[in-house]
């Protein structure tokens, strides 16, 4: 079992664009210990993704690697890439000839292309790029140091073969880039749904569940350092199922939920993503009955028209999707729910956009990760439908969602003024030295003035005085 390096701090923000790219470093001058090989690392794309950047860093630091955030005193520079859009390889093509040329003013240094895009291009990116020595996918990890290895002597480094067991169970994350109050726990790989416009299931294999004890141990051992947030994280996380190899018994989600909100109240759990087909009513009456379990759902929809999301093999329509939504709020009242939103889909209509739209309206997304579609290949989609919908067409459907969805969360956000909620402090606000940040339980900011006493990783009450469509202020007042 790998252990965390305690001197190793660093601050967290929030999934969305800036942190792509974003690079592990040391706050502290570790950087003075002799003889120390330093490798630098960047990561893009989900949540999982940023996650397995702390396993690597784990397997790194076991065989003797340092994390810098400085590249250019890096032996080894690894990118931990996204295939999900178009774009998303763009940026790291660029990265990749960045790091070449960095490469000639250090010679020896090594650079390794980790994550989906080493898993969908293999050895393209060896033989045709040129650009790296070492490719390896999500499922070998483990083969890092002896890759390495042999790429200081010469050979090219390639591993992508995709697992059905692995789930790095046994390796404890070491936490670079941690606000020291929150973290993510992955508990599943993999995904077996097979949306037609997704890459996931090529780049990242089938799905598997990570041992139940593995993942409370995981979670224990994070509130023993101080952490009071863990986001249990898999691109399925409702699906979870695992069997105990000794006794047989099953574990389902709503159960390990329950078995992480029980290992303190003051421990807050969430997870991400839920796919609508496999989120059940166990598992919202189990968010009920906890409430160190957030109320908040990230559920994905990608289109709100029956006919697309058949086409795109979602396995709901329009009128099932809506009815999980209604039961969400039965049973949760002040639950918030977000979603991510694909437009120009093959073959969309602009009728069927508009169901995207009254879907905003319909499910009150308190937020939306909002896409263009952009068609990937080996894809159902790719290989089975045509890409028809012109690139002005997709961008500016793209842009009535996201106006529209910015009008549902001011809107969402401002039903909020007056309210009080608890809110965990994760540290200063990005503005101000004088205000903190933290989430309420529906996972929306609120910044608020600094009280004495008070500290991230505290707890405190914060009534709403003010709301932007992205953000909430307040002030500390007693608990009403
Ligand atoms: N084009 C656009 N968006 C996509 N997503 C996944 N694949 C594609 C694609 N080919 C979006 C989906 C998914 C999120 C992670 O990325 O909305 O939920
Ligand atoms: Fe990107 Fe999907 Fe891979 Fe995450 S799993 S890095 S979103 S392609």
């Not at 070449?100 to 033989?127: I, N, S, T, W």
């Not at 090219?156 to 994350?173: F, H, M, Q």
Request: net charge negative; with cysteine; aromatic share 8%.
């Amino acid at each position: 079992m790998y252990d965390n390096n305690p001197t190793l701090v660093g601050i967290r923000k929030e999934i969305d664009e800036s942190r792509q790219g974003e690079a592990f470093y040391l706050e502290r001058a570790d950087n003075s210990i002799e003889g120390s090989r330093f490798f630098y690392i960047e990561s893009y794309g989900c949540q999982m993704n940023f996650s397995d950047s702390e396993i690597v860093a784990s397997i790194l630091a076991e065989a003797g690697y340092r994390p810098t955030r400085a590249m250019e005193e890096a032996d080894l520079i690894l990118i931990n890439t996204c295939s999900i859009r178009e774009k998303a390889e763009e940026t790291v093509r660029k990265r990749l000839r960045l790091f070449d040329k960095l490469k000639a003013q250090r010679p020896g240094a090594l650079v390794g292309v980790l994550g989906c895009m080493a898993e969908r291009l293999k050895k393209k990116l060896l033989e045709e790029e040129k650009l790296v020595d070492l490719v390896i996918g999500p499922d070998a990890y483990r083969d890092l140091p002896a890759l390495i290895q042999g790429a200081e002597e010469g050979e090219k480094g390639i591993n992508v073969l995709l697992s059905r067991e692995e789930t790095y169970a046994d390796i404890s994350p070491l936490r670079l880039d941690s606000n020291g109050v929150s973290a993510f726990i992955s508990i599943m790989r993999g995904c077996d749904n097979m949306c037609s416009f997704c890459v996931v299931p090529f780049t990242r294999g089938r799905e598997r569940s990570r041992s139940a004890f593995s993942i409370v141990a995981e979670a224990r051992s994070l509130f023993e350092k101080g952490y009071r947030e863990v986001t249990l994280l898999g691109q399925n996380v409702d699906s979870y199922k695992w069997e105990n190899p000794e006794s047989g018994q099953l574990t389902t989600f709503a159960e390990l939920l329950e078995m992480v909100a029980q290992l303190d109240p003051t421990l807050r759990v969430r997870f991400s993503t839920s796919h609508p087909k496999d989120i059940t009513d166990e598992v919202l009456y189990t968010m009920a009955r906890y409430d160190n379990i957030c109320n908040y759902i990230h559920l994905p929809v990608q289109s709100g028209n029956s006919r697309i999301l058949e086409l795109m093999n979602r396995t709901y329509d329009r009128e099932w999707y809506m009815d999980k939504v209604r039961r969400i709020y039965e049973i949760i009242p002040d639950c918030a729910i977000s979603s991510d939103i694909i437009t120009g889909f093959c073959t969309e209509t602009e009728e069927e956009h508009q169901d995207t739209l009254s879907m905003i309206e319909f499910a009150n997304y308190s937020m939306s990760y909002m896409f263009f579609y952009s068609e990937r290949p080996g894809t159902l989609a790719a290989r089975k439908y045509p890409d028809d919908i012109p690139m002005n067409v997709k961008k500016r459907r793209l842009q009535e969602v996201i106006r529209l969805q910015t009008q549902v969360s001011f809107r969402h956000n401002q039903a909020d003024i007056g309210k009080t909620f608890q809110v965990l402090i994760e540290g200063d606000s990005r503005k101000s030295e004088s205000e903190f940040r933290g989430r309420n339980s529906q996972n929306k900011m609120i910044v608020f003035p600094k009280v004495k006493g008070l500290k991230p990783g505290d707890y405190t009450w914060v009534r709403v005085n003010e709301a932007t469509s992205a953000t909430l202020k307040g002030e500390v007042v007693e608990k009403t």
